[in-house]
């Protein structure tokens, strides 16, 4: 069983819908990362966090330390919103390690 | 902004070649970072560095090693290119504090 899971592996909706991205984990952490990666395969940080929840634009990502859960949300989805989506988790033994899970594709259609 | 560059972004090499990749960051991280991506497998770590001259395996290190000369480049070394190596190689870097990591832009190696 990976150390990180997340749900759903695909996703496709239109455009304009509100999207949650599930990651859990079943590791004890200090930080969880969510990570973005469009196609031609650049990745950019999108939060980094800790305990309760993050705001930028129109995603928002939350993270439950109780119950090793956190979700990403986007609201009023946009086509450029496409990409695939990835947690990552900084374990409390790791060091400066990540572990990552294995990413949700996005699709949102106009 | 922090930079993180990598020398190629797609290269062929044939099987058995040397094959380096390097990587480059511009904000003087202590950090860096090779991770190979693979469809369904997701982002694995290869090798990491904390310092110049330092390196630690990750959790896929067999058929590669690195090199950290200087503090900005951080280099991945194929001794002996095979076909399983085929794959995007990514490089990040991050300060020892902050711990956010920030990527390159990738390579796509195909070994034929």
């Known amino acids: 069983k990976n150390e990180v899971e997340q749900s759903p592996q695909n996703l496709t909706a239109q455009e304009g819908e509100f999207i949650t991205i599930n990651c859990s984990y079943s590791?004890?952490?200090?930080?969880l990362h969510w990570l973005q990666q469009h196609p031609g395969g650049g990745i950019v940080s999108l939060f980094m966090l800790s305990s309760g929840k993050k705001k930028h634009g129109r995603l928002i990502a939350t993270i439950n330390i109780q119950e090793k859960h956190s979700s990403l949300h986007i609201t009023a989805s946009h086509p450029r919103d496409s990409a695939v989506y990835i947690c990552a988790v900084r374990i409390i033994q790791g060091a400066q390690k990540l572990v990552f899970g294995q990413g949700t594709r996005l699709t949102i259609n106009p | 902004d922090v930079k993180v560059t990598q020398s190629s972004r797609y290269l062929v090499k044939r099987t058995g070649e040397k094959v380096f990749l390097e990587c480059v960051q511009d904000?003087?991280?202590?950090?860096m970072f090779w991770y190979r991506q693979d469809p369904g497998l997701g982002l694995r770590l290869i090798y990491f560095s904390y310092d110049v001259k330092m390196k630690e395996k990750g959790d896929i290190p067999e058929g590669y090693s690195v090199s950290r000369e200087k503090k900005e480049r951080f280099s991945l070394i194929l001794e002996s290119a095979s076909t399983n190596q085929t794959s995007m190689y990514l490089c990040a870097s991050s300060d020892r504090v902050i711990t956010e990591q920030y990527f390159g832009p990738g390579t796509r190696l195909t070994v034929t």
């Open positions: 904000m003087d991280h202590e950090n």
């Open positions: 590791v004890g952490i200090s930080a």
